[in-house]
Structures are given as structure tokens and as C-alpha cells.
């Protein structure tokens, strides 16, 4: 089989938008997973693992081995001159930026964030002065390139406007509308979309009732805090809401047993970018979360609850006030 189209991503989100916005063919199209994904639907696939080892020279050669495993897949599979759509920050993307013309889709506020913009254009600067040529030999063994739609190989980036768009990418930028690409799909396309997340029919009538979600974030997967310190912050939010009314919607990459933690709630942790309820037709009066991006699709109707980055200092530090984004931060309000 040929195949016409390679899908490199490790979010659901990110997978959601690639789906709405191109005509995907499944049997024609390869993908290449992170190892946050997890799709019960029978793909071609091949999940690309992360190098956990610490050691630099062991770091390098596994990094070496992974491209080498990632180039005779594409060998094996003649994943040749076609186009990639997805994620290029992710682990293997740097393989792909140098093989493969890129269309890059949004994954949450760091499409928008100016400091890692910033830094990735001075990456891009960096490299191109760099006279040392060891370090040229190893920047091209290894394939290191600048990510968030900086490689020239990225053609295009597809957002959908949830922050002022950075003048470092907007000439590349193309707006798109998750709503309005959902109507224009086939109720067969659309089926298709939903079995692909294995989607769960009866979430209507179980959150019948309910007028307040929670947006949970994987700061503590992602080693921002500790799990101990997202929980703390997590349950004194709660507070604020009466509990018969509140649905905790967990982010797809968490770990953290919610279910467990919050007995009495209601908690959604099926691996779906819950912007797809939104498509549905299921609405909440309200939306609480730190900061995360999936409250912004819910529809100007719906009041927003945003307790910021300023919870925890670490946030803070890796994420930025987020100022842009954030209406109110109602948590540090309540704690003074």
C-alpha cells in the first residue's frame, strides 16, 4: 500500500484538529505516535518512545538509534515525499523537520507563548552562525532544529486563535474554526472521528445535571509539581463548588487516579480532547481550570473561572502569568 499522508503527534487535541481540518484517509495515512496516546481503533502506527537516560553520551547514542529505527520504518512502509501533519516539538519531529515538508497544528498555549517563541527563534539564529564544526556534526547527526513552526520545513500553522498571534510566526499562520470545520464533515466522517476516541454515547446522560466542569492539567506527569502539591491545589478549588453540580474533566496524559482522590464527583477520564463534547451540543454553565485552553472552547456564554499560574510558584516559572489568556485568577483573590 502507498501511503499518502504521515501523522506525527502525541496529543489528543492536536490529533482532533489534523482530523477536522484535512481529509484524512485511515488506510492511507501512517502514524506516528508519542507515548501519551493511546487509540483503540486499529491504525498503522509506530509509538515513538521518549530517551529517559540521563547519562549525555547514552542519551546520544540512543538518540542516534531512534532516528536510525525511524528512518527504515519509513523505508519498510516507502513513507516517501508526502507531507506530515502534527506536532514538531515532540520526541522523533526533529527526524521528520529534516526529511519531510511539515504542516503544524496547536497544541494549547505554547503556539502563543512569546518566551518559547523567542527562544526557539534564537536556537534557529544560533545554529545558523555556529562555526564550530564538531558541533556542526553533531547538531546534524542528531538532527537538531528549531520547533513551533521555526524550521523552514514547516509550511504552514494552523490555530485557532485562542491568543494574539506572535509576530514571529504569522506569516505562517492560518486560522482555522473547530465548530465550523465539524459541520462541513459527513455524519459518516464525523462517526469516524468519534470511534477513532472511542468517544462514549451515554456521557449526556451521565453529566445530566451537572453546570460546572473542572479542566484538570498533567503538571504533575510533566514534573512542574508533585502530585501531593496538584491534588492540594486541586481540592482547595473544589471548595469553592457544590459538589453535586461539578464534573471533573481530566486532562488525556494524567495519570492521577481522580476517581479515587474525588469520590463524589462525577470524573470523565476517557482519553478524549473534550472539545468534542463542545461540538456535540453539551454545555456547562461554567468552566473551572488554571489555565487550561480547553475552557476557551465552551463559547463566550459560558463563565470562565481561571485560577492562573500564580498557584504555585513552579507554574509560574515554566508557564509565565499566561495574562493573555487567563480572564480573572479568582484563587489568588480568595487566598489573600
Known sequence: MKYKK????????????????????LEKTFFFFGENIKINKKLKSYIIKKNRIVNKFR????EILNILKLYFICKKYNLDKITVSGQDHIVGANFFKKRFKIFLYEDGIANYSEKILKNQFELKERLFKERNILKKIIYKSIFISPSF??????????????DNIPSFIKDKVELINVQELWNKKTIEKQVEILNIFSFDSNIKERIKGKTTILFTQPLSEDNIISEIEKIEIYSKILKNYSK????????????????????????LDNPFPFEIMNLLGIKFKRAVTLFSTAALALGDEVEVDFYGTQVHENIFKVFG????????????????
Not at 504521515?6 to 489528543?12: P, W
Not at 502569568?321 to 489573600?336: G, Y
Open 6 to 25: 504521515i501523522i506525527l503527534t502525541d496529543t489528543y487535541y492536536n490529533l482532533m484538529l489534523i482530523l477536522l481540518n484535512e481529509d484524512i484517509n
Open 59 to 62: 542519551f546520544f547514542i540512543l
Open 149 to 162: 513552526g521555526f524550521d523552514d520545513n514547516v509550511l504552514k500553522i494552523y490555530l485557532t486563535g485562542l
Open 244 to 267: 453535586d453540580e461539578v464534573v471533573i474533566k481530566t486532562h488525556p496524559r494524567e495519570t492521577t487516579d481522580y476517581k479515587e482522590i474525588f469520590k463524589e464527583y462525577l470524573v
Open 321 to 336: 502569568d499566561c495574562k493573555n489568556i487567563m480572564e480573572t485568577n479568582k484563587f489568588l483573590k480568595e487566598s489573600k
